[in-house]
Nanobody
Framework: QVQLVESGGGLVQAGGSLRLSCAAS????????MGWFRQAPGKEREFVAA????????NYADSVKGRFTISRDNAKNTVYLQMNSLKPEDTALYYC?????????????????WGQGTQVTVSS
């Protein structure tokens, strides 16, 4: 079992920045690729970003490429999502997830463990 707890969400004006954190406990953090997903009201959950076990490889949704950066600190069992130039359409509940597979995954059903989410609201 892996327990994931997100933090860092909040209310920010358009153009602002937020940094989300996801703290993991349980199994060895370095054995899992990690991802961030989001779900806005009335919409399906969507992939945001993912990072490999080592942190050397990353993948981003086109909608956030160039604005968001995913990173991880395996010594601290934490994955981060730095979000810059935020837009109102980034408003959503953001989830982190852990994937025991060998490769970066972009589909939610490829992930084994999920956090409870942290709310991000961007005002115009």
């Amino acid at each position: 079992q892996v327990q994931l707890v997100e933090s860092g969400g909040g209310l920010v004006q358009a153009g602002g920045s937020l940094r989300l954190s996801c703290a993991a406990s349980g199994r060895t953090f370095g054995n899992y690729a990690m991802g961030w997903f989001r779900q806005a009201p009335g919409k399906e959950r969507e992939f945001v970003a993912a990072i490999s076990r080592s942190g050397l490889s990353t993948n981003y949704a086109d909608s956030v490429k160039g604005r968001f950066t995913i990173s991880r600190d395996n010594a601290k069992n934490t994955v981060y999502l730095q979000m810059n130039s935020l837009k109102p359409e980034d408003t959503a509940l953001y989830y982190c997830a852990a994937n025991a597979g060998l490769y970066i995954a972009t589909m939610g059903n490829e992930y084994d463990y999920w956090g409870q989410g942290t709310q991000v609201t961007v005002s115009s």
